[in-house]
Structures are given as C-alpha cells and as structure tokens.
C-alpha cells in the first residue's frame, strides 16, 4: 500500500521498522465478540436515539427551512447544493472550503435573524451562514465529533465568535447536520470546551504545490525581487524558503497583523529575530477587510530589523487612524546575522528536548526580516 | 495474473464486499470478523500517536463505537482499513486533548511510564516520538505502522500529496537528528 520511492532511505527503513516495533507494544487483539456486541448495543441505542429525535428532527428541519428562506432574501455564499436539494451519497460532495474566498466568508452575511439550530450548541443568539453542502471528510474541521471519515452529506452551517483566540481575530464554529436517506438529522457538533474552534477556512486558497518556481537563487539575478505573500508563504509550507530566495531583497505589498506573542517561547539572541516574541504576520490584501481579519493563511511570519525600529513606532504608519494600511514591504531571508544565532532560554517549556544550537541558526536564517516598511494606502 | 489467481481475488474481493455489508446489517459474526481482523492495527496506530496503552485502548474503544453507526457509509470494502485507522488515530488524538493535565515532559519519566517497560532500543525512539505533536505522530502512524500511502495521507491530513511527502520528510530530518545523538 505504500509508495515508497525508488532509492530506499536507510534511515526511513529503520525507523519503519523500528515503529512496528514500538507499535506492537500496544498489545494484542481485543475479544472481538466483546466489542461486536459493544457495536450491535451502540447501534441499538442510536435507533432508540432516532426515535426520540424525530420530534426535534422536524424542528431542525424547519429551522432548516427558514435558513433557506432567508437564502432567498440574501444569498450566503454558497459552496454546495442547497439544503433542500438531493445529493446522492455516491457523488463527490462539494468541499465546503474549496471555493469560498476570503472576501466572501460569512462573517458580515450571517443571515439576519436566523439562529443556530440549539442542538448545535452555539450561545443563544448565534447567527449563521448556510455555507453549503459538504462531508466531514471533505471540511476542514479537527475535532469533528462523529465520523471525521464520512462520506454522508451534511448541511453545514458556519458562524464566527471571538472566542480563544483572543485578538487574533475570528474563528469559525462549525455545525454539521447529517442529512441521511431516511430523513433522520442528526447534528454534530463540536466539543464544548472550547474544541469548537478550528482554524480559519483555507477557501481559494493556494494549496501548497511544492513545485520549483523561479525564484532569485535560480539565476533571476540580484535586484529586489517581487513577490507575494502566497509565494512566500508557499515557500515556507514546503521548507523551501532558502533554496528559493536565498538572501535576495524580496519586494511585496501586505497587510500587517500585529504583533504577537506565542507562548512556549523560546527566545533567541539576537533577540530582534525571534520571531515568537518579536513577530507578526503579513497577509494578502485579498485577507482583510477593515478591522473584521480572521489570521488564515496565505500569511509569513516576520521580524523587524533594528534599523526600521521598534514595531510599536510605526503604528501611526501600519494603522494610520486605527485602520490598517496596505503596505509596501521590503524584506529578505537569511539576515547574516542569522550564523550568530543562539538560543538564550535557560529552560525549555515546549515538547520534547531543547533545541539544539544548530536549530536556532536554522530558525534564524528561515526568518523573514523586514527592512522597509511603507504605507502605500491611507 | 492466471486465471487461478485472478479468480482468487475475485473472491477476496466479492468476501470483503460481502462481510461488510452483513456487518452492516448487524451480523454480529461479520462484526466480529472486521474487529479481529482490523483491532490490532488500529491499536498500533492509536498507541504511536499517544504513547500510552491504556489511552489507546480507550481510543480504539471509541472508535469502533463511532464506526459502529457509521460502517454503512463506507461504500468501498477496500477503504475499511484505511478509514478504521484514520477514525482510531482521531480518536487518539482527541483522547490525547482530554488527557489533563498533560504529563511533564522529563526524558524517560516525561513519556508515557510504557517507556520504562521498553527494550533498550526502542526508548530513544519512544522520547524522540514524544517530542512531536500528536498530528506529526499521527502522520508517522499511518505512515508506518498503518501503511497509508501518500494520496491515503493526503486525503486523511487534507493536504496535497506533495504537502504530505514534504512534512514527512521533514519529520524524517528532524528524528534523524534526535537519534543520532
């Protein structure tokens, strides 16, 4: 089942079998009769779960209804058939992410007036988009409770709540309605300690392709070159940040996400380049509107260099009048500074051991630095 | 391929078909067939991702609960495996969120005690493990112990097959270093 490549890594051998190894320590097989009469009882409850649902189910049909007349008034993005459409279970279902944009996310469409279904378990008052029909395999969604695999169409309703993530912007709450051939609704939701939130959507987004683009180290010589943040950001999804850009001055037009502070830290010197401390983000322009930004890729990671001064000194140009402006940035990897990197935190908080000398250099040197920084929209 | 062996995976395949669908009817003989024949895969996986014999266990109880109402959505016996592992390593990983306070992480004493109960050579690659996020380990397990080839990963980690292969290598690097120190 496995496709492995042609010219065998001895290490990846190794560790391949070294993992069954390890995995046999989970122990042998479970009664299986035990768990089949586990499974035939858990399917015998869920039945008696579906009658006592039916009531409720009528209700969430009609609250169903009354988004799709909502629909009509105005339209929320669609993603998918509607809800009042079929969708045999054997066609591929519509991913719920695949073909919103940024500028079209529900977060300023929630449909008047309309509220969660309560089963979804959102607070009182929640409004929510229709955002099309999909399957839980197909959505971008972590802890969905239920079957993350299925291949059941559900409607899915989307809403946004500042929850968690405090200032970083919204996130997306997710409730799916399983629509099956009998009828039956059944509502998945998240878990409600706060599990609910998964990262923002990733609609018409670049999927990393990973495929060598011409890039400044590949003999485009050694004026500034200009890029986006897709570019940059696909780059780094695929660890090819140095091989494509090397040190070249690199040109983009961005929107800067405020500072921020991720906690594990573990802080470097030069203490300007590390970027979990001393960090933001620079998105698209196509990412934001007005002061309503969820974080969602495409985005990179940056610092700034001492010589353009501290980040809390250029409000007045990043946010001029407390809104955002669209700027002109100028910035490179591979600062030389990077070779001096070092690692300065007496004790390591985050998983597993301590970064080695040689990681922090490695860091150092994948940091975007930013040497220019110029409004260009006011 | 003869006409013998031919004929012989037809009736593997024509097999497979057919205990799913009696299992999904509720022959609870099918059942039992599907449980021995997947459990112990499962168990690997759900053990790689959290380290820990008793929480993946509990994963695994979870997950053939879940797979129990939802066996009927499988259209293609020949996924069953592959969807049984990817629904035993979720549910590892949101065991693994309900798992709290988290254990410390200190060496041998930080992974799961099962690491004290490892042979030797297994221990460096038990710490090197714990060091990753569930997710990375998540990816290792299907990889490796499951089997998943890379459009199976991509479609399980909703990424593009060349995303997948690009952070596994990463991951390769990075274990590479931790044992070879």
Known sequence: MTDRSPTPDPFEEALAASLARYAAEAGGAGDAYTIADAMLDARRKRRYRIGLAAISGVLATAVVAGIAIGALAEPPPQVGPGPSESLAPSEPAPSATATQSPSTEPTSEALPGVEAPEACGFPDGTALSYAGRSTTSALDVQEVVGDPMSDDPADIYVTWDRIDWGGWGRVRLVCAIFVEPAGFVEVTVHPKDGGRATAPPEPSLPVPSCEP??????????????????????????????SEFGNSDLVLTAYLSGGFILDPCYSREPAW?????????????????????????PLV?????????????????????????????????????????????????????????????????????????????? | MNSSAQAAQQDRIESGADLLRRAVAGDRDALASIVDAHHSDMLRVSFVVCGDRETAREAVQSAWLRAATRLGSIHDHARLRAWLCSVAANEARMALRRRRPTLPIEALDGHPAEARALSVDLIDLAIALNGLTPADRELLALRYVAGFSSPELADHARMTPAGVRSRLKRLLDRLRKELDR
């Open chain 1, 301 to 378: 990671m940056a610092v700034l260099h001492p010589e353009v001064g501290a980040l809390e000194d250029l409000q007045d140009d990043i946010y001029p009048g407390g809104e955002p402006a669209l700027l002109r940035v100028t910035a490179h990897f591979d600062d030389p500074a990077a070779v001096e990197c070092r690692f300065v935190d007496p004790d390591w908080r985050g998983p597993g051991p301590s970064p080695s000398p040689d990681d922090a250099i490695d860091e150092c040197r994948n940091t975007l630095v930013v040497t220019v920084i110029e409004p260009i929209e006011r």
């Open chain 1, 213 to 242: 683009v011409p890039t400044p180290n590949q003999g485009l010589g050694d004026e500034p070159y200009e890029v986006t943040v897709a570019e940059l950001w696909e780059a780094d999804q695929c660890g090819d940040s140095l």
């Open chain 1, 273 to 297: 380049l590390t970027t979990c401390a001393n960090g933001f983000f620079l998105q698209t322009p196509e990412s934001r509107s007005g002061d309503d930004v969820g974080i969602q890729p």
